[in-house]
C-alpha cells in the first residue's frame, strides 16, 4: 500500500494508543505487525529529518543542532527553506507492507471506537 510518511505519523499514534485496549487476538496481532512496519519507516523518515534539520540549525558547541525552549534554532533567514525540505519528506509516499483486518471482527469487539480512531484505520480495514 502506498501512504505518505505524514499519514504514517498519525496512524502510528491512533495505533499505539488501540495496541493497549483488550482486541480479539487477531485484530491486536495485525495492530501490532502494522506498528512494527510503520516503525521502520518512520526511522528512515527520522533519521532523514535529522539531515535536513543539521543542515539549517545553528549549532551548539558539540556540533549538534542547538535547541531553545524546546525547539531547534535555525539559521537565520533559512526556516522557510528547512520546511520546504521537511514538507517534501513529508509528502513522500512508501510501500507500506499492511496487514487487514475484518471491520467485523473490529466492531463486534468490547472497544467502542470514536470516529477519528476509526477513519485512522481505514488503511487497514478489510469489507
Request: proline letters at 2%; glycine letters at 4%; one cysteine or more.
Amino acid at each position: 500500500m502506498k501512504i505518505t510518511n505524514r499519514e504514517l505519523q498519525s496512524k502510528v499514534q491512533v495505533l499505539g494508543m488501540l495496541s493497549n485496549k483488550q482486541l480479539p487476538v487477531k485484530v491486536s496481532y495485525a495492530i501490532a505487525k502494522n506498528i512494527n512496519s510503520i516503525n521502520k519507516e518512520l526511522k528512515i523518515f527520522e533519521t532523514e529529518k535529522m539531515k535536513i534539520i543539521k543542515e539549517y540549525a545553528i549549532k551548539d558547541e558539540h556540533g549538534e543542532p542547538k535547541i531553545k525552549d524546546n525547539k531547534f534554532v535555525f539559521i537565520e533567514g533559512k526556516e522557510e527553506e528547512c520546511d520546504k525540505k521537511y514538507n517534501e519528506l513529508l509528502d513522500i509516499e512508501v510501500d507500506l507492507d499492511v496487514r487487514g483486518i475484518n471491520i467485523d471482527k473490529l466492531l463486534n469487539s468490547n472497544v467502542n471506537f470514536t470516529p477519528g480512531e476509526l477513519m485512522e484505520l481505514d488503511f487497514m480495514i478489510l469489507e
